[in-house]
């Protein structure tokens, strides 16, 4: 199996293909399991607020917090982002037709947050789709090595090479 992965050059245009895709294929019937991200834009100038959709259809938790005006760091909530992945966790166990992880981000890069969740999805040979920006890529590369398999940050591309792995474990079974 393959870890699909994306990247899309507008800020928010994975989040918004994922959240689309995630949402289609639960639409026919299909159950994803995994994370989509919506980002809420502020009424401040500031950066937007980030939440996690825990997939299929579980909570919507905030994985950023306020660090202030001024603050320049990473606003990323560690406890909120593990809470989302021990929920993932939890419906992977409970069956899945493929993993969506929003993002690889610092945390996957250093062996936390969905990595776990990644490699037992690949165990089991789950077709998986990963978000990714250019500051993570070389990390997932090298956690992911021959399994990755670059896609087109295009819907309909994403779609195909998800719904060929969904067809081909579905002939399998």
Not at 26 to 42: D, F, H, K
Not at 114 to 127: G, K, M, S, V, Y
Request: proline share 6%; net charge negative.
């Amino acid at each position: 199996m393959k870890i699909g992965y994306t990247m899309a050059p507008g800020r928010g245009d994975t989040n918004l293909m994922l959240h689309r895709l995630a949402s289609s294929l639960i639409q026919q019937g299909y159950r994803p399991v995994g994370t989509v991200q919506i980002n809420a834009e502020r009424e401040s100038a500031g950066p937007c607020d980030m939440d996690v959709k825990v997939l299929p259809e579980g909570v919507t938790i905030r994985i950023s917090q306020s660090l202030g005006a001024a603050s320049r760091g990473c606003r990323l909530d560690p406890a909120a982002l593990e809470t989302a992945v021990g929920l993932v966790e939890a419906e992977l166990a409970k069956g899945a037709d493929c993993l969506i992880v929003n993002k690889f981000g610092k945390h996957e890069a250093e062996g936390r947050g969905f990595r776990p969740i990644i490699a037992t999805a690949l165990a089991a040979d789950i077709p998986i789709l990963v978000g990714l920006n250019a500051l993570n890529k070389e990390a997932f590369l090298e956690f992911a090595g021959e399994f990755a398999f670059a896609l087109p940050p295009e819907f309909p591309a994403l779609d195909a090479w998800l719904r060929t792995h969904l067809e081909a474990r579905t002939t399998a079974a």
